[in-house]
């Protein structure tokens, strides 16, 4: 049930970026989309609701596919604050109270 | 803006000993969560609450646990006999709606067993 992120890992030079997917084997209600900081809580990024939805505000955006399962955050000219570990949390048809979150990607950005 | 807060922030802690991990929800909010994560580790589920009752618990969330709403703000999460492997980050969320709808985390409470 645990969706899978991809890449593990990414490092980044301010200005370059980066795709964080996010797979699921189930069809899901909806993915949120998480940043964590080291020793501190989760901050929402945004949410995704309908297959094909893109969405997104600054140059943080997110898409949806259409069959509902996979998702993909993308960060465009990553700036030093972006650096963290990007999670998905997933609410899987057809038991949609709780998140499922993914493994993770830790992001580094550097100057 | 409103928040969902924890205390303590930091609790240590002897094997065997029972613990309560507090968390007051924002005031509209009617879903009650907790997650744990683990050191360098994900998220996980632990258990959600809506009208004074448990609506789904993971297989983490065995009899050693328990949640109750004791006064209309509080949301608690009690651990009766620690054990070693449950020292984790507790995160307390919240949300208005059940589904579809963003979770707001707490800064969460750091549980160290001994």
């Known amino acids: 049930q645990q969706p899978v992120q991809s890449p593990q890992a990414v490092i980044l030079r301010e200005g370059e970026d980066a795709v964080i997917n996010c797979s699921s084997s189930?069809?899901?209600?909806?993915v949120h989309w998480y940043r964590q900081k080291h020793g501190e809580a989760p901050v929402f990024l945004m949410i995704?609701?309908?297959?094909?939805e893109q969405k997104g505000h600054d140059k943080i955006s997110a898409s949806f596919n259409e069959k509902k399962q996979q998702s993909s955050l993308y960060l465009t000219a990553s700036q030093l604050s972006y650096s963290g570990t990007y999670f998905c949390g997933t609410e899987i048809i057809p038991n949609p109270d709780k998140l499922i979150f993914g493994t993770g990607t830790r992001l580094q950005v550097f100057p | 803006e409103p928040e969902v807060t924890q205390t303590p922030s930091h609790q240590v802690t002897q094997m065997g000993q029972e613990v309560i991990l507090r968390c007051v929800p924002i005031?509209?909010?009617?879903?009650f969560y907790w997650y744990r994560q683990i050191l360098g580790q994900k998220v996980e589920f632990l258990v959600s609450?809506?009208?004074?009752?448990?609506?789904?618990k993971s297989e983490i969330f065995d009899d050693q646990f328990s949640v109750e709403r004791p006064d209309g703000s509080n949301f608690t999460l009690k651990i009766r006999s620690t054990k070693l492997e449950d020292s984790a980050m507790y995160f307390c969320?919240?949300?208005?709606?059940?589904?579809?709808?963003?979770?707001?985390f707490g800064p969460g409470t750091r549980l160290t067993v001994l």
């Open positions: 969320a919240s949300t208005y709606g059940n589904f579809n709808n963003e979770q707001f």
């Open positions: 005031s509209n909010h009617l879903y």
């Open positions: 995704l609701l309908k297959g094909g």
């Open positions: 189930k069809a899901l209600y909806s």
């Open positions: 609450f809506y009208n004074n009752e448990i609506s789904e």
